[in-house]
């Protein structure tokens, strides 16, 4: 069966590069708590600690927390991308990652040499990669850059391909990073489609996002994560309103409203009006 | 779970029916070093086409829009031996005959060693990008690597083609030779894997490699026949690049291997790889981070 368990686990980085003292007295003061050494005297930074979670099929997971909570670094440990310190992670099923919209793929290929890659990676067949080529090909709509090099594609253009192509070799669990919001509103309603029609087969989703409306939309339980440690962990209506500080119904009645938690642009800055 | 394919409407490809994979990760401990880093070998082979084509690609992308393109590596190496072979030839009093086709095959198999090491040591520092996308075997890399890195040399073969027609010199063939080709294969596979890791965790280690190269370029036989030593031969068994070369340079030049010659270039070869492989068991968990 498709599930993720995650038990205690911990990920720490060691910080090879610079005066390890000076370092750590630096950061000591800046970020207490963060910053410990290992067995061997090294200044190590916790990314994560005492994270343990189970998500079963259907489960649409957000997680949500401020730069620097360890988001990222939690999708790439459940993608098996770092490998744990301590603790264990354990998942079944195929894994999709979405983790940068760049990433993966190289952008100097055409988009076509990049899905022909990706499907390779994925151990398809010939015929199969023709398969998810057309497939990309329709949703991405790219018509004729698809044949052009990724780097003269716009932010908008590449992360349609990405998110085409990860979704089309069909993951049991798709592990996603906010990048996505890059695309435009109508592309945004496309991948929603895309991303229900996976998870209705009982499928597995965790999405990490700084906006509020997206979680509340996209999710049907939500982590909040603070110093690479599980805050709480709850409804998504239960945990966004802990995060947000305010009742959800707000949210509710602004829908064209400016994202609440992005600083507002027209906001007076009291700092340089005084 | 069920095993049902999904319907064909959204376009969807169907995954492969296979029961779903699980992915269990926990630190390491004992024998599952050694376990891990074989597997990650094992399926880095079974990607062996994407990793052939990753190679390819590469080649392709750095001549794009060059007119030459990977031939300007064959120019350069002709216009080295022709330059570098007449004068290297009156310096050290050879025939020419004798020294030229010498020089050329050095010169090839001497470039491959040097594109492989200093290529080695940035094969996880520059995928970091696809390192950090998804898991994937760290062989996978490496392969790529040794594959761009085989394309390359294979470019200057006709160079050695030609000089060796040119003064008829008749390579003895013999069965060493595919086994000397092989060794190189799995060698240039370790050193690239060994220099991955330390230079992805050391960023000392790409100056260091380049300086040693250079010493090693003249310590080695390479602009000079092995003859012309007088005494003290068995000393150059001691660089490990002298074994390797001799084995397969010799039955090309038409001379005979020496007695010591292979045991040397196998034992060189066994040590580079267990120790590649320890380190790689012990280091293969924390490559991401180091990245």
């Known amino acids: 069966m498709v599930g993720i368990t995650v038990r205690d686990l911990e990920i720490s980085f060691p910080l090879y590069h610079g005066n390890a003292r000076s370092l750590k007295k630096t950061l000591r003061n800046s970020l207490s708590g963060r910053f410990t050494h290992d067995e061997r005297e090294r200044v190590v930074v916790q990314a994560l600690r005492d994270v343990s979670f189970t998500l079963n099929p259907g489960d649409r997971l957000g997680l949500v927390g401020g730069n620097g909570a360890g988001k990222t670094t939690l999708l790439r440990a459940l993608a098996g991308i770092y490998e744990p310190v301590g603790g264990s992670v354990t998942v079944h099923g195929h894994i999709g990652t979405l983790l940068d919209p760049s990433l993966g793929m190289n952008m100097e290929l055409t988009g076509r040499e990049n899905i022909r890659l990706r499907g390779m990676f994925a151990g398809l067949s010939p015929s199969e990669i023709r398969a998810v080529e057309e497939d990309v090909e329709a949703f991405a709509g790219l018509g004729s850059f698809l044949d052009l090099p990724v780097q003269t594609y716009s932010s908008g253009m590449t992360v349609r391909l990405s998110f085409g192509l990860a979704t089309a070799i069909m993951p049991d669990v798709l592990l996603m990073d906010e990048w996505f919001m890059a695309g435009d509103a109508s592309f945004r309603q496309r991948a929603r489609k895309r991303l229900e029609t996976l998870v209705s087969k009982a499928d597995i989703l965790v999405l990490s996002s700084h906006m509020a409306d997206i979680m509340a939309d996209w999710c049907n339980r939500l982590i909040w994560l603070e110093d690479g440690r599980i805050r709480m962990d709850g409804s998504t209506r239960e945990v966004l309103e802990a995060y947000l500080g305010h009742p959800l119904e707000e949210l509710d009645r602004k829908e064209t409203a400016p994202d609440p938690i992005l600083p507002q642009p027209d906001a007076p800055d009291s700092l340089l009006t005084t | ?291």
């Open chain 2, 1 to 291: 779970m069920d095993s049902m394919q999904p319907p064909p409407a959204a376009g969807y490809t169907p995954a492969a029916n296979t029961p779903e994979p699980a992915l269990t990760l926990l630190p390491e401990r004992g024998t599952s070093y050694l376990r891990h880093a074989w597997q990650d070998v094992l399926s880095g082979m079974k990607l062996a086409r994407l990793g052939a084509t990753l190679g390819w690609l590469d080649i392709k992308l750095r001549y794009r829009g060059s007119i030459l393109g990977p031939f300007w590596l064959t120019a350069s190496t002709a216009v080295m031996v022709a330059a570098m072979g007449v004068l290297y030839a009156y310096l050290m009093n050879m025939d020419v005959h004798k020294y030229l086709p010498f020089l050329t095959l050095s010169l090839v198999l001497w470039g491959f060693v040097g594109s492989t090491l200093q290529d080695g040591c940035t094969t996880f520092t520059s995928a970091s990008g696809l390192i950090h996308s998804a898991r994937m075997p760290y062989s996978l890399h490496v392969l790529r690597a040794t594959v761009r890195n085989l394309l390359t040399v294979a470019h200057n073969i006709p160079v050695v083609i030609v000089v060796f027609l040119w003064f008829r010199v008749a390579p003895t063939w013999s069965w060493t030779t595919p086994v000397a080709c092989g060794l190189w294969i799995v060698d240039s596979f370790m050193a690239t894997l060994l220099l991955g890791i330390l230079g992805a965790r050391f960023r000392d280690v790409p100056p260091i490699v380049a300086s040693t190269l250079q010493i090693l370029f003249f310590v080695t036989p390479i602009l000079w026949a092995p003859e012309l030593m007088k005494t003290g031969q068995d000393w150059l068994l001691l660089d490990p690049f002298f074994p390797l070369m001799e084995i397969l340079r010799t039955p090309f030049t038409g001379d005979t291997v020496k007695a010591a010659v292979w045991p040397a270039a196998l034992a060189w070869s066994a040590g580079l790889t267990v120790f590649t492989f320890a380190l790689f068991a012990r280091m293969r968990a924390r490559l991401a981070y180091w990245v």
